[in-house]
């Protein structure tokens, strides 16, 4: 599963440069052209990094890397501040601020590609690595297996894509709207309660007799992999 990057930038012609490039390595990009925007779709979509620019029409993007790391649900995505400003006073700023990384304007498309490939290597190993483990769970992507302990289980595509999402975050609570966009995407229709019944089929499949169930419902909230 393609990571998700998130990139909030008002100049039209960086932002298309950058999603070209960037969906070229495989990764799955948002866009969005100010920060009040850039907030909603870190929060809607948790995108597994954000790309922010510092001069954006209405917030800067210091304030909204200051919101986002300050949110305990969302302080843990990876931000990479892109600007203009180069002076050592305005890196120190952005990193005190939170930001991961700082690439200055204007910058190499692959060294900025290759930045983000560091980070979320880095920061999100569980993206990236052909074989993830959970407790006693175990997901082979190369040949898309997913055992429980000695037990190879068998799982139609959409049970296996929401655990693949799942396993990138590990206890992150994710909201049925969430797990539509991410699991399902946004241009198909689907129901919110037909993530209720893919989670009965994950959920049947994985609990094997005699385990712990791995797939923990928050009331109001939604669903994670955790351990109930």
């Not at 809607?44 to 954000?50: R, T």
Request: contains cysteine.
């Amino acid at each position: 599963m393609s990571a998700t990057v998130l990139i909030v930038e008002d100049e039209k012609s960086i932002s298309t440069l950058l999603k070209y490039n960037l969906e070229k390595e495989g990764y799955t990009i948002i866009i969005s052209q100010n920060g009040e925007d850039g907030i909603e779709q870190v929060k809607k979509n948790l995108p597994d990094l954000v790309i922010l620019d510092w001069m954006l029409p209405d917030l800067s993007g210091i304030a909204v890397c200051d919101l986002i790391k300050r949110e305990p649900r969302l302080k843990s995505i990876p931000v990479i501040m892109l600007t203009a400003k180069s002076e050592e006073t305005d890196k120190i700023r952005g990193f005190e601020t939170g930001a991961d990384d700082y690439v200055t304007k204007p910058f190499s498309t692959k060294e900025l590609v290759l930045r983000v490939q560091a980070l979320l290597k880095r920061a999100k190993p569980s993206l990236i690595e052909d074989i993830v483990v959970f407790k006693d769970l175990k997901i082979d992507r190369l040949s898309r297996r997913v055992y429980r302990g000695d037990n190879q289980i068998k799982l139609g595509p959409t049970e296996y894509n929401l655990l693949n999402f799942f396993i990138k975050n590990p206890s992150r609570v994710y909201s049925r709207e969430q797990l539509l966009n991410q699991v399902w995407g946004n241009a198909i229709y689907v129901e919110t309660r037909t993530v209720d019944v893919h989670i009965r089929r994950l959920r049947k499949a994985i609990n094997l007799e005699g385990k712990v169930d791995l797939i923990r419902t928050v009331r109001s909230a939604g669903y994670a992999l955790d351990v109930q």
